[in-house]
Each structure stands twice: as C-alpha cells, then as structure tokens.
T-cell receptor, first 116, second 115 residues
Framework: AQKVTQAQTEISVVEKEDVTLDCVYE???????LFWYKQPPSGELVFLIR??????QNEISGRYSWNFQKSTSSFNFTITASQVVDSAVYFC?????????????FGAGTRLTVKP | EAQVTQNPRYLITVTGKKLTVTCSQN?????MSWYRQDPGLGLRQIYY???????DKGDVPEGYKVSRKEKRNFPLILESPSPNQTSLYFC??????????????FGPGTRLTVL
C-alpha cells in the first residue's frame, strides 16, 4: 500500500533562512509519481512539481529545489532564502502507476510560517 | 482560462438536509475526483471517475454519492449530511490517470460545515 509521511507538522523560520520540508514515501510499485503542492492561506492547492520514479535528477526552480532519493524513499523540498509569501501548508503526494483507483496519496502536510 | 470550478465555495447546513457541491472543468479531462481535507490527515479521496458514466469509490466514500453524466461535470452529493462530514472539499481533474502523464488540477475548494 502506498503511504506518504511528512513528519514535520509545523516549521517556523525567519525570512531569508533556508528551510527543508521532508517527505518519505512507501510504495511497492516500481513506477510511481511524486508531487508537491502548496496551499496558501487562501486555501487553493497550487501544483509545484511532479517527478517520476525513473528520474532521480534533482530539480531547481528559482528558490525552490527538490531532492529525490530512491535509496531512502525521500522527496525533500528546500526553499532557499525564504520569504513571507512562502508561508503555507505544503503537501507531498504519491501516485502509483498500477493503482486501481488512480488516486494521489497525500501526506498530512507541513505548515510553514516565515516571519519577517 | 483552464480551470476547475466548484460551487458553492462555502456552505453551512444542518444535519440531514441533502446538498450538492458542483464541480466543472473546461479542459476536456477524462479523469475527475473528489477529495476531502481534514487537519492532520491531508487529502483523502472520496470518489473518482475515469470517464462519463464510470465512477468508483476512493478511500472514504461512505455518506457520499457522485454522478458523471457529462464529461465536464462531476457533482458530489450528500444525501443526509452529518457533522463528521464537516470538511474542506476539493474537486480535481486530469487528462489521464492521476500521475501517469498529467497532473491533477484542483478546484478552489468548498468549505462545508454541518451543524
């Protein structure tokens, strides 16, 4: 069964600090997809990244970077030089290629607060 | 503009009063689904639909119904709402199976309170 764990319930940092959000997943499939979504205070879910299980290259997009390590079943998300606008709940999610119900399994989320 | 819309965005109702939350997408997506979000639990899938007239249960389907008569619409029906269905609900759609080659796009959410 697929499972996603975000052990950090809440993180608080001061602006300009770097912060890493952890995500550990469990799956028996060899083909799967990992996602990160951002949920700002307004409540909508904003897609950030999708990564498939065959692509272990790290990705950088501006201040955001993702570290995918199959050996440790982790897909961690780092925000460099955090800003107040980064304050949100961040969800990691997993979708298995062979899943019968094609759903995305979400972690419980990490609430990030960036203080000025 | 490509989007998933949900209505209403906010709803307060009483136990037992039937309600429907509508979901519509304008991207011609085959796949649609409903999730509920609860504190500490993330999002959990309620129902999903692979295409018109094809629906199936997700992880937490009890107390909910859905229908898919048209490709663009996927309403969520609560025949007899109860307080434990107080939650934030999201509709999502994607062009194929979740995660296969496309990303699920989420609606803005519907905050439901059942008194």
């Amino acid at each position: 069964a697929q499972k996603v764990t975000q052990a950090q319930t809440e993180i608080s940092v001061v602006e300009k600090e770097d912060v890493t959000l952890d995500c550990v997943y469990e799956t028996r499939d060899t083909t799967y997809y990992l996602f990160w979504y951002k949920q700002p205070p307004s409540g909508e879910l904003v897609f950030l990244i999708r990564r498939n299980s065959f692509d272990e290259q790290n990705e950088i997009s501006g201040r955001y970077s993702w570290n995918f390590q199959k050996s440790t079943s982790s897909f961690n998300f780092t925000i460099t030089a955090s800003q107040v606008v980064d304050s949100a709940v961040y969800f990691c999610a997993l979708s298995e290629w062979g899943s019968n119900n094609n759903d995305m399994r979400f972690g419980a989320g990490t609430r990030l607060t960036v203080k000025p | 503009e490509a989007q998933v819309t949900q209505n209403p965005r906010y709803l307060i109702t009483v136990t037992g009063k039937k309600l429907t939350v509508t979901c519509s997408q304008n991207m011609n997506h085959e796949y649609m689904s409903w999730y509920r979000q609860d504190p500490g639990l993330g999002l959990r899938q309620i129902y999903y639909s692979m295409n018109v007239e094809v629906t199936d249960k997700g992880d937490v389907p009890e107390g909910y119904k859905v229908s898919r008569k048209e490709k663009r619409n996927f309403p969520l029906i609560l025949e007899s709402p109860s307080p434990n269905q107080t939650s934030l609900y999201f509709c999502a759609s994607s062009s194929r199976l979740a995660g296969s080659t496309d990303t699920q796009y989420f609606g803005p959410g519907t905050r439901l309170t059942v008194l």
